[in-house]
């Protein structure tokens, strides 16, 4: 494997832990309201890990065989992202938005926890050692799935985001902006 590929597998180890980490903590329920901001910056930051991967050609793994891996147990965090987002949780998504204008139902917490399971999947093969396999599946898994779920989700978390930031009374914002220059 070049040098290239081995930082790229290496960066990619990197960015995957700290989605897990992130969406983990989120999904703790420690600071709900830090939940939807750290939910996009982590959704964000694996979206560029996975255009840095579909960017390039199509990696082949050493072995003809993917290995058997011991999948993790995502339900507490589906669960938790789905309470923190109660009410929030399911949205209006198109099923190809290049194919078809046929409507769907999207989730939040589904499309966090398909993330966060194809990321884990990746690591769980990097960690192991086979490390081509590691790049096959998180490019192969973001091109068929986890790229799509990810993008819809970031872009949900952001017009939430910027409902919740912009639609705001207009009294209580100029009462908020005249108490912020006058102490």
């Known amino acids: ?11 990619s180890a990197h960015d995957a832990r700290a989605y897990l980490a992130t969406v983990t903590e989120v999904a ?27 960017a390039i050609q199509d990696i082949l793994p050493a072995e003809r ?6 999948e993790a147990e995502l339900d507490p965090l589906r669960t938790g992202i789905a ?14 938005p290049v194919t078809s204008t046929e409507l769907a139902t999207g989730s939040l917490s589904n499309d966090v926890t398909v993330v966060a399971s194809a990321l884990a999947h990746g690591l769980r093969h990097f960690d192991a050692g086979r490390v081509s396999e590691a790049l096959w599946w998180w490019q192969f898994s973001y091109l068929s799935d986890w790229g799509e ?13 910027s409902h919740i930031r912009l639609d705001a009374d207009q009294e209580t914002v100029a009462d908020a902006e005249f108490d912020a220059l006058h102490p």
């Open 1 to 11: 494997m070049s040098e290239e590929l081995t930082t790229l597998a290496e960066e």
């Open 83 to 96: 309470n923190l987002f109660e009410g929030l949780d399911e949205y209006a998504d198109l099923v190809d």
């Open 65 to 70: 065989f993917e290995a058997d891996t011991v």
């Open 28 to 54: 703790s329920g420690s600071a709900p309201d830090a939940a939807i901001p750290m939910t996009l910056l982590a959704l964000s930051q694996a979206l560029v890990m996975g255009a840095r991967l579909g």
């Open 149 to 161: 779920r990810a993008a819809s989700a970031l872009r949900v978390l952001q017009s939430l985001l």
